[in-house]
């Protein structure tokens, strides 16, 4: 029981995460020098060169930081995404958590990822990282309502908060094509809670890498596998959620959720790579004004399609 | 008992979490420290609640209290003449009142949990406890939670209202000028300038 109910979860968690952590870095590697950018000799050892690179560096220190909350923060968002891909399921009966509510479990690892991401931020006594830390909050707030808005969109039809409900309820027609606006307003949400591409206003290059301007060495290490690994575990609730997770013909369950799950990434990446950083000023009003009725529009769209 | 020991091993440090990480937010010199003590402390109360089997609260209460208790430091920064919430201040006061009250309370609630008879009915383990939620919200409590729901609502609508950048005179980053008093007159209720360094006059 220890073994089924403790061991091989955590064992599948960790292994999918580091795996998926590890291609997210090849691919976007990849991707850039598909688009011309310049790019390491080789994409399958370049990030593994940079890995051990950064754990031989000394770790930097600023003037009276919070030691402990700065230290703690880049673990606690690692583990915050290990829990996200823990109630993924990867088949009928490959689920490292059933939780009857993991779909609010979700959530709520979207929103103690905003204090996390504040933490980082404010902990380092610097200037740049704190900006970057209010940034994230201001438009955190709004990446957890359109993220709630449209994941009760998904648990309607499934009459469930559980995601393998979710999934078995996607057996006639995935989400992906009965709620056309959740996928791509998912994906925002999944852009903004890793800060990335056009979305990375908290660690963004115009204010000298944000939350992370003072890190270095070991902990920044951390804190890049643990945005990887975020982006892998959110890619698990996409997948699952609107992409059918483990349902699809000939392969094995688990198989057709991980190359879904890498489909998702990769479209992250791409997006990542090819659209311009938003104004945060812009960004706000955007999230405010434009994608949030539009998750409104996306739940009344998928009530009247569960009365129907 | 029809549970496993690790469910009182867990109970038992969890508890030691909450109380502590909780008696930690008045130790604290820190606005921002002491707001997500605090949110420790009620992490563990909701494992806790996850524990007795309320899933459904156990865990909106972690996102619950996230979002809130980072709003809650936003404020107290932006309100409070502490920038960032980094400097170190005094976080406790009204030390005499706050120590009888506090053990007021510990005397009144150590009673409840001593003298009151807690009723004893084991619930059926079958019970789903997302849909009796469900049904109480949307059953016979639906006044009570819907009342609240729209209080909630205008409180929100007011604040936003409030802390908006667009003010009833203009955009706040522009400044704010009241109208005139006639249309198109000077602006209502400023200060009278000297002629001499005004330069007004403008003569296009």
């Not at chain 1, 220190?61 to 290990?82: K, V």
């Not at chain 1, 359109?146 to 559980?162: D, H, K, T």
């Not at chain 2, 996102?63 to 005094?90: D, H, K, S, T």
């Not at chain 2, 802390?163 to 009833?168: E, I, K, L, P, W």
Request: proline share 6%.
């Amino acid at each position: 029981m220890i073994v089924s109910e403790l061991i091989l979860p955590v064992l599948l968690v960790t292994f999918v995460l580091v795996l998926g952590a590890y291609l997210v870095a090849v691919l976007d590697e990849a991707i850039a020098g598909a688009l011309g950018m310049p790019r390491a000799t080789s994409v399958w050892t370049a990030p593994l060169t940079q890995g051990a690179w950064l754990l031989t560096q000394q770790a930097n220190a600023t003037e009276a930081p919070d030691w402990r909350a700065w230290r703690l923060a880049p673990a606690l968002y690692l583990a915050l995404a290990a829990i996200g891909l823990a109630v993924v399921p990867f088949s009928p009966t490959l689920i490292p958590t059933d939780l009857v509510t993991s779909v609010v479990l979700w959530g709520s690892v979207e929103a103690l990822a905003t204090v996390v991401i504040f933490l980082h931020g404010w902990s380092a006594n610097t200037l740049l990282a704190l900006i970057g830390a209010y940034r994230y909050v201001a438009l955190g707030l709004s990446y957890i309502l359109i993220s709630m808005f449209v994941l009760i969109g998904v648990a309607l039809p499934a009459e469930s908060l559980q995601f393998s409900q979710v999934v078995a309820s996607q057996e006639g027609l995935w989400n992906v094509i009965r709620q056309p606006l959740g996928l791509p307003l998912f994906l925002i949400v999944g852009l903004g809670m890793t800060f990335w591409g056009p979305l990375n206003l908290a660690d963004s290059r115009d204010l000298a890498g944000g939350t992370a301007s003072a890190v270095s060495g070991p902990p920044r290490l951390v804190w890049n596998l643990a945005r990887a690994a975020m982006l892998v575990a959110f890619s698990g609730a996409a997948a699952s959620a609107f992409l059918g997770g483990w349902l699809g013909p000939w392969l094995p369950g688990p198989v057709w959720m991980l190359l879904k799950m890498l489909a998702v990434l990769a479209v992250l990446l791409l997006i990542g790579r090819l659209v311009p950083r938003v104004q945060p000023e812009r960004c706000v009003t955007l999230m405010w004004v434009v994608f949030l009725p539009l998750s409104f529009v996306d739940l009344i769209w998928a009530g009247v399609e569960a009365l129907l | 008992m029809d549970y496993p020991l690790i469910v009182d091993v867990f109970f038992v440090l969890l508890a030691i979490l909450a109380v502590v990480s909780g008696w930690r937010v008045f130790c604290t010199d820190s606005m921002v420290r002491a707001s997500f003590f605090l949110l420790v402390s009620f992490i563990a109360v909701g494992v806790i609640m996850i524990l007795l089997a309320a899933e459904y609260l156990g865990v909106a209460m972690f996102f619950m209290m996230a979002v809130e208790m980072m709003v809650m430091a936003i404020f107290m920064v932006m309100f409070m003449m502490n920038p960032a919430g980094l400097n170190p201040m005094m976080m406790v006061h009204q030390h005499k009142f706050s120590i009888a009250a506090g053990a007021a309370v510990f005397v009144v609630l150590a009673a409840v949990a001593l003298l009151a008879e807690f009723p004893d009915t084991p619930l059926p383990g079958d019970l789903d406890p997302v849909k009796s939620l469900g049904n109480e919200l949307l059953g016979d409590s639906m006044l009570i939670f819907e009342s609240a729901g729209i209080v909630l609502l205008t409180t929100m609508i007011g604040v936003v209202v409030l802390s908006s950048h667009r003010g009833r005179y203009g955009a706040a980053e522009e400044g704010s000028m009241p109208p005139g008093l006639v249309p198109g007159g000077d602006p209502a209720g400023m200060p009278e300038e000297n002629d001499e360094g005004g330069g007004h006059h403008h003569c296009h």
